[in-house]
């Protein structure tokens, strides 16, 4: 890749690598072991995912530990599903990954923005929560759903926003 021409490397795939949801715990270790020093060495900037029905947001990580120069994950298994979210999360989180920037059990939407060649901007919005409603299709579209048995720091949180800035050359050369 010319990342002079095409500065941002996004990938998407549909199992996560990054993942503190019970729901599919570690399902796409084998491939992370195998294909993320790739992701490192080119400097894969995010990796977009689903499957977990709920939605996660990564700081920079590269073989579990925080990087910043390594890929940021997001699990995006939360548009909207009748069979209900996905397990509970893992807890206490630091156990599992301190890597994890935002977590959330409801159903949302996204939007990425690319500003420039070193920024751009990321967008969560919660549009329903699970309910106990089959006639529903277990969804509840309150303003302030919270999904029973949601145990996530942010369970009445209703978005998630965050600036995503390429490091410099010298700092991470690899997303050069």
Known sequence: INRERTA???VMMHTP??????????????????????FFKYG????????????????????????????????????????????TWQNPLSEYGNWSEFREDSFGVAGLTVVNDTHAFFSWHRHACQSNDAAAYHMNFSESCTTYGDNSVQRMETSDEVWIVRPDFAECPNRY
């Open 44 to 87: 894969v900037d995010l990796s977009l995912s689903g499957h977990v029905h709920s939605y996660e947001r990564s700081k920079g990580v590269f073989n579990n530990t925080v990087n910043t120069c390594g890929t940021s994950f997001f699990n995006l298994g939360d548009a909207g599903n009748y069979e209900g979210k996905s397990g």
């Open 8 to 10: 941002w490397v996004f």
């Open 17 to 38: 690598w990054y993942n503190t949801n019970t729901g599919h715990w570690k399902e796409g270790e084998k491939l992370r072991a195998n294909m993320e020093p790739l």
